[in-house]
């Protein structure tokens, strides 16, 4: 019986230095090892063997990136504004040594050191830039940040502002300035398209002026050429009729048909005078009838010498 009690003892002795030396690591792990209390090796992902009793894992880590809420905390711009913000802060450990031995919580060292490098970023902006300098205020917090958090084993990767919230006042008062800024666009938006109507008004009048005048100019070309052409038509149709005239007169009969022409106008003309009431001047010898006829005819004959 002592024999069989001494092997399961023994047989239990080996189970358990086997459990307590074997240790298997997650992947994206690192476990610290101490030895006799003092710092003997990281156990990487996988299986892994240590001394019982003598050795022992004091430390754990997650090697993945963390997502680290910071609480939000108000700080004063430099325009002295009270501002509450409230960011989040990724980090990844590094080096599980350091993580272990660098800072009692180095998450807590994290998360101070976050919110005063914020409020000393935030102190030397006015309130309208730190909207706008999102970026900004990231890089420099994680900038900071991840410089001191080298002796801990943590790489700060980034930073993000959640949101930034002035007071109730601040907030009316910038509701109140867009509005108003909104309207102001609009009074210039209405103000250029007036500018721009006036300008189109001009324009299309000033074209049509310049169509109109061009119309018209076109149109007394066109007149002077109608008229100047009205005036070589009558002048070569009373050259015509002349030469016609001329050629009837030393035609045969001719001078006979003059003579009855002139006679005929000549009765005509004062036939006229006659039946108006105005005061007449008549020839002494109106009644030598074929004076006047033979004087006409004298000075027919006249022409058609020089003629020929």
Request: net charge negative; aromatic share 6%.
């Amino acid at each position: 019986m002592d024999s069989i009690f001494l092997v399961m003892v023994f047989l239990i002795v080996i189970v358990v230095f086997v459990i307590k030396s074997v240790n298997v690591v997650p992947q994206q792990h690192a476990w610290v090892v101490e030895r006799l209390g003092k710092y003997h090796a990281t156990l990487a992902p996988g299986l892994n063997i240590v001394v019982p009793f003598i050795d022992r894992v004091a430390y754990k880590h997650s090697l993945k990136e963390i997502p680290l809420d910071v609480p939000s905390q108000i700080c004063i711009t430099k325009d002295n504004t009270q501002l509450q913000v409230d960011g989040i802060l990724y980090f990844q450990i590094t080096d599980a040594m350091r993580a272990s031995y660098g800072s009692s919580n180095y998450i807590a060292a994290i998360t101070q050191l976050a919110q005063t490098t914020l409020r000393s970023v935030i102190g030397r902006m006015e309130l309208d830039k730190t909207f706008e300098e999102r970026e900004y205020i990231n890089t420099c917090v994680v900038s900071a940040v991840d410089e001191s958090a080298r002796n801990w084993g943590v790489k700060v990767l980034r930073y993000e502002i959640k949101d930034l919230t002035p007071p109730a006042e601040i907030l009316q008062a910038m509701q109140a300035q867009i509005t108003a800024e909104r309207e102001k666009r609009a009074l210039i938006a209405a103000s250029e398209g007036r500018k721009q109507e006036q300008i189109n008004i001009a324009n299309g009048q000033r074209e049509a002026e310049i169509a109109r005048s061009e119309g018209e100019k076109q149109a007394a070309i066109n007149r002077a050429e109608g008229e100047a052409a009205a005036i070589v038509a009558i002048a070569d149709a009373n050259a015509e009729a002349l030469r016609k005239v001329g050629e009837a007169i030393v035609a045969q009969g001719g001078s006979d048909a003059v003579n009855l022409k002139v006679a005929e106008q000549y009765v005509a003309a004062f036939e006229n005078l006659a039946k108006t009431n105005n005061s007449i001047i008549v020839p002494s010898n109106l009644s030598d009838m074929s004076g006047l006829i033979a004087s006409a005819l004298q000075i027919v004959d006249s022409q058609k010498k020089s003629a020929r």
